[in-house]
């Protein structure tokens, strides 16, 4: 093939005029598809702003704040999490079937989905940029313990490393540790200091310095 | 199929990329291609396991280019033109064929809150015999099928313990190709990391992967 061939045909080689240009190609699409009946504008336009506005990880953190607040919920989080996330109005879509699994002083759980995406949209919203990377998904199954140094967390040689591969229908929940300095919070207060990297499992929640917030 | 998204105990990619305060979309066409994706599903013409497969379809070259939303809409393309909802004309000229079925859409807004909060769950409540049990040591299956299958390449082969039984689910390597449900247990299997990767792993480490019963075999 001569360099004049390869710069005719660019980056594309499906031989269409469909634009490369993302921004273009989905403008065009979403045209044609209500055009044909296919698409509603304002479905979609609902679609983006439940995921964006209405369904993400505070949603996770106030299933932890119970957790952390009330011992029996706590128990049924652990065994019944279906069951105990709606309690909370949370549940459907990418979250119709849920693990929760617990750190505690000596182990500590990470998730991944190796081979997609996977992750509890109900209760953490839509994954991040980074889970859904190459080097995320590649890693964290086979150098967690680096994976975790990169978000600055280092975790100590004898803790118990337990890395949750989502490749079934499972979506897994981290029930992070109980952060100290927070005795005697509301469960509203927990709830500010759950960060969805924790409930991935690549972050653990600091230790309260100052006393509860005000 | 043993593609590129097959990303399990790869090196070479890179350092991970945390952005602060990330927004759940990072420009408008990708809050039109998720909308869209999620609302061509409500039609049914495919399932989950099919719209992952047609992603894994994609040259492993671009699939490692593009971005998570360009990827949506290339494999979303695909399979409106394989269940001819659209035309490759269609496709070219972004305008319905001269004479096209002008359907009403599936989703409407009024609907959208019900589908997220009813979602399609993937467990069926039918009998089916579990042929492992828990604390049974079993092993991944060394199977290579060139379609669809939810068994990564870096547990085939290896001796894991069956941790937990999740109950009866669609299995996705018939499901992908509209070839049945074929429904069967899944499991949590635990590998320990030396088993994985050897001696070189931590000793206090392990990875849990949910296999279906088809991917196992005991020991």
């Known amino acids: 093939m001569n360099h004049t061939h390869e710069k005719d045909h660019d980056h594309d080689h499906d031989h269409t005029v469909v634009p490369s240009d993302p921004a273009l190609r989905v403008k065009a699409l979403e045209s044609l598809l209500v055009a044909k009946g296919l698409v509603d504008r304002a479905a979609v336009d609902a679609l983006v702003d439940t995921y964006q506005h209405k369904i993400g990880p505070r949603n996770g953190a106030r299933v932890v704040a119970r ?107 981290v029930l992070p540790e109980r952060p100290a300095g927070t005795d005697g919070w509301q469960e509203a207060q927990l709830a500010e200091c759950v960060t969805r990297d924790a409930m991935i499992g690549v972050a653990r929640i600091a230790p309260i310095q100052h006393g509860a917030p005000a | 199929m043993n593609g590129v998204h097959d990303l399990g105990g790869m090196h070479g990619l890179g350092p991970i990329q945390e952005e602060n305060n990330e927004p759940v979309f990072h420009a408008k066409w990708e809050e039109r291609a998720f909308g869209i994706t999620r609302a061509m599903g409500t039609w049914q013409l495919w399932n989950l396991d099919a719209s992952r497969f047609q992603r894994e379809l994609i040259a492993p070259v671009d699939y490692l280019r593009w971005s998570y939303y360009e990827r949506w809409i290339r494999a979303l393309e695909e399979l409106m033109l394989k269940t001819h909802l659209v035309s490759r004309a269609e496709l070219d000229t972004g305008r319905p064929d001269a004479g096209s079925t002008i359907h009403a859409p599936k989703l409407t807004a009024e609907n959208v809150s019900v589908l997220a909060s009813k979602g399609s769950p993937a467990k069926r409540d039918v009998p089916v015999t579990a042929s492992f049990g828990v604390g049974q040591s079993v092993r991944a299956r060394n199977i290579n099928p060139v379609g669809h299958t939810r068994l990564p390449r870096y547990v085939r082969g290896k001796v894991g313990t069956i941790d937990r039984d999740h109950g009866v689910f669609v299995f996705p390597d018939t499901n992908a190709l509209f ?29 849990y992967v949910d296999l279906w019963d088809d991917y196992l075999e005991p020991v």
């Open chain 1, 67 to 173: 957790a952390w607040s009330d011992p029996a919920y706590k128990q049924r989080l652990l065994s019944d999490p279906d069951a105990a996330i709606a309690e909370l109005g949370y549940g459907g879509l990418q979250g119709e079937h849920m693990v929760v699994v617990e750190n505690t002083p000596t182990i500590h759980n990470l998730v991944v989905c190796t081979l997609c995406s996977c992750y509890p949209w109900p209760v953490l919203g839509l994954p991040p940029v980074w889970y859904k990377s190459a080097p995320y998904r590649s890693r964290a199954v086979i150098d967690p313990r680096g994976i975790l140094r990169e978000f600055g967390l280092e975790l100590e040689e004898t803790i118990e490393l337990r890395v949750w591969d989502s490749t079934a229908e499972l979506r897994y929940l």
């Open chain 2, 179 to 207: 070839l049945g449900e074929k429904p069967q247990h899944v499991y949590s299997v635990r590998f320990a990391a030396r088993e994985l990767w050897g001696a070189a792993a931590s000793p206090h480490d392990s990875v």
